[in-house]
């Protein structure tokens, strides 16, 4: 018991009332995330309607083979990252860190060839702002698809890095066995977290990348 | 010590002394006075700008401050009470106070994001001061693109940083509200035993977390826009000014909701404690409170009247608008039909409330001036709309305000404010903000417009008046900022609940424990029981 209460805070009376605050608490901070990158998609569906001819030109110049790999990549990650949950919850200490280191190499992965993305950009000039040359017609329909693509997918990668940077913290908290069937939360919520910017890029990824497939 | 001192029992003000057992808080309630202490010294700053514009507007020429200054002046008039004042003022400082002790509990859930939500207010805060010292931002409060992101001069992207700083703070003491309403509630406190207030912090709340985020991508495409000169709401680089306006307002017109929602939530609770009766109508004032909550985010067309949108579109939203009205209405019924047969008495707090009553109907009624289409198009940018949005920013969210810093002042302090003096400053605040306002209805339908520094000299009697009853205002203000500094040292003594409520904050000593109750308090009634009490004491 009284191991039990020095991990519930003063300001709760049981560990069970804690643990559902914590999930309601991320549950609600992911709703502001999705108004956040629903004013984003909100202007990528107006220009989609008014300019679709040149998102669909502008959307070839992406790299649909990298970004393939890294759905991928962002699935697989949230493979390991169901996995360390389900090893803190049944508190299996080794296991619970590999599948969270796992899951930070595999976002590392994501960010690394999002990186080469951006660096083929730079290399073709396609980046609005700082050197932007579009050679077919409609240029001013695909610099703001270029646009939308660095901003949704820019605030995406800002989400990833943040991510990592969490899942290190518990990784080495893990790693001194702070987490056990009794205790796991931190972990459980960080997993929400994980999914939701995982379920991010499931929608970013037809929309930049597969319009040429539709059409 | 002073011969009135109070302080025999352990409470949240005596538990440390010295600034770092107040900058390390992570109690509520120190939480709360620190957001006091705060949103106080950017209300005065923004009132300082808005005095600066009313001495200017005394004569129709420009003689104090050129156009620039003055665009300057009204844009951060707008800038600082928005976000740095009505956005954070009932929530940040009443709510941080009262939600852990009206559901019954020992603190907030997350008492050290709440901590944070506050650094996060003060930096957003200095941030855009730093901007308005430094040069100021001359864009009106409203960003307008493509002004904010190609033709403006000033520091908009500062100002636009604080802002999207600030946006965290609201976002995370809103997060830490529904949390703790959801889980911590006491023992035997359904969702239908909940005190009024904490209705209107949670529809708030909801709110915050839904509309404040797409504030902060609008402001970031902006930035954008602005740094990188590429086109997404500029017409000239190929983009959409609309879609700007669209996204602004997605969060500005709830945000009005944002500041009057929980006005209506304290004024609820003076009302039914002042006439000693049960609120009138306890399940549709809760359900009056979501609907505005959830209709107010369908309305936000109705500020683009004018600006280009479809015509069925503004249709639409002038209807939605209208009915955003109803539940407004009920809750100004149900007030009326509490206060019907009740026992008033007449104490500082409920003439606050009367106040905000009279006020809010005025400034709601003419808001259904503005949504009628025609009418719209008639005194849209005029001071017609600066008088409406006053009536429900100053005249309802700022005498809400007030009205609970003095019902709560004794919970929070354990001292009593001069009761003579308070309802002097009521009245003061009264007379001077209906003379500051008034006219401007009548210089609006008469055609004045907004946001110039000169005007047609005919105009120039209703401009006096105005600027006479802000100086009364000004002086308004500045009566309960002294002497309730003097109460702390030389109130009388409150008592655990000077004003015999029924309210769980009330059930535990002035100032409160840190812990709030020495026992968790178990609720076994409905709120407002006061017909019952009174019968008890017959």
Redesign the interface.
């Known amino acids: 018991m009284s191991e039990n209460r020095a991990l519930v805070?003063?300001?709760?009376?049981t560990a069970a009332?804690q643990r559902?605050?914590a999930t309601?608490?991320m549950w609600?901070?992911l709703?502001?995330?999705v108004?956040?990158?629903?004013?984003?998609l909100?202007?990528y569906t107006?220009?989609r309607v008014?300019e679709g001819e040149a998102f669909a030109h502008a959307s070839r110049a992406q790299n649909i083979l990298l970004g393939g790999i890294n759905t991928a990549v962002l699935l697989t990650s949230s493979l390991t990252m169901a996995l360390a949950v389900h090893a803190a919850q049944g508190g299996r200490r080794t296991r619970s860190v590999m599948m969270l280191a796992s899951t930070m190499a595999l976002g590392a992965l994501f960010l690394g060839v999002k990186g080469v993305e951006y660096a083929e950009k730079f290399a073709e000039h396609l980046v609005?702002?700082?050197d932007?040359h579009w050679a077919g017609p409609d240029a001013?329909?695909a610099?703001?698809y270029f646009?939308l693509y660095f901003?949704l997918t820019g605030f995406h990668a800002l989400h990833l890095a943040i991510g990592i940077g969490v899942i290190a913290v518990l990784t080495a908290r893990a790693a001194r066995g702070r987490y056990s069937a009794a205790y796991s939360t931190p972990v459980e919520v960080a997993g929400l977290y994980w999914h939701f910017v995982d379920i991010v890029w499931i929608f970013l990824y037809p929309l930049i990348y597969l319009i040429r497939v539709y059409r | 010590m002073s011969p009135h001192s109070i302080t025999t029992h352990d409470h949240y003000l005596n538990a440390g002394y010295g600034p770092r057992s107040w900058l390390l808080t992570t109690d509520h309630k120190r939480i709360a006075i620190l957001y006091m202490l705060s949103i106080t010294f950017f209300f005065f700053v923004g009132g300082f700008f808005a005095f600066l514009m009313r001495l200017e507007l005394l004569t129709p020429n420009g003689d104090l401050v050129s156009a620039e200054t003055y665009n300057k002046l009204f844009s951060m008039h707008g800038i600082t009470m928005v976000w740095f004042f009505l956005i954070p003022s009932i929530p940040s400082v009443l709510g941080n106070f009262l939600v852990p002790m009206m559901v019954g509990a020992r603190d907030v859930a997350f008492p050290r994001l709440n901590l944070l939500s506050w650094y996060i207010y003060v930096v957003g805060g200095l941030f855009t001061l730093g901007a308005m010292i430094f040069g100021g931002v001359d864009t009106g409060w409203t960003f307008y693109t493509p002004f904010s992101s190609t033709y403006a001069h000033s520091n908009v992207i500062p100002v636009v940083i604080g802002i999207f700083i600030l946006g965290f703070s609201s976002i995370l003491t809103a997060l830490n509200f529904i949390v703790t309403i959801h889980t911590m509630r006491a023992p035997g406190l359904t969702w239908f035993r909940l005190p009024l207030f904490i209705w209107a912090m949670y529809a708030t709340s909801i709110i915050l977390v839904l509309a404040t985020p797409v504030l902060a991508i609008t402001l970031a495409m902006l930035g954008v826009e602005r740094i990188f000169g590429v086109g997404i709401f500029d017409p000239a680089l190929g983009g959409d000014p609309l879609l700007f306006q669209h996204l602004f307002w997605f969060y500005s017109h709830p945000a009005v909701y944002i500041m009057i929602l929980p006005a209506m939530g304290v004024v609820s609770e003076l009302i039914t404690c002042f006439a000693r009766k049960k609120v009138f109508g306890y399940r549709f004032m809760a359900y009056s409170l979501l609907a505005i909550a959830s209709v107010g985010f369908l309305v936000w067309g109705h500020h683009m009247f004018v600006s280009g949108q479809s015509a069925y579109a503004g249709m639409v939203f002038s209807a939605l608008s209208f009915i955003v009205a109803v539940p407004s209405a009920v809750k100004v019924f149900n007030w009326a039909a509490t206060l019907y047969k009740g026992t008033i008495a007449y104490h500082t707090p409920v003439l606050y409330g009367f106040g905000f009553i009279g006020l809010f109907t005025i400034g709601g009624l003419t808001g259904l001036f503005l949504a009628t289409l025609a009418l719209d198009v008639h005194v849209h940018d005029t001071y017609f709309v600066i008088a409406h949005f006053h009536y429900i920013m100053v005249g309802g969210a700022v005498m809400g305000y007030l009205g609970g810093i003095h019902y709560w002042w004794p919970k929070m302090t354990g001292r009593m404010y001069p009761e003579g003096w308070a309802k002097f400053a009521a009245l003061v605040l009264f007379v001077g903000f209906n003379l500051t306002f008034f006219p401007q209805f009548i210089l609006g339908y008469l055609g004045m417009p907004r946001r110039y520094h000169v005007y047609p000299p005919e105009f120039q009697v209703l401009n006096v008046l105005s600027t006479a009853g802000a100086t009364i205002l000004g002086i308004g203000y500045l009566i309960p900022f002294i002497y309730l500094i003097w109460s702390l040292r030389h109130g009388k003594n409150a008592g655990p609940n000077p004003w015999r409520s029924t309210g769980l904050e009330w059930r535990t000593p002035s100032p409160p424990p840190v812990h709030n109750f020495d026992e968790i308090p178990v609720v076994t009634t409905e709120p407002y029981t006061y017909v019952a009490e009174e019968e008890q004491r017959e």
């Open positions: 805070a003063h300001q709760f009376d009332q559902g605050a309601l608490g609600i901070f709703a502001t995330e108004l956040f990158f629903g004013g984003m909100m202007a107006v220009y008014t609005p702002g700082v932007f001013g329909g610099q703001i646009i901003l």
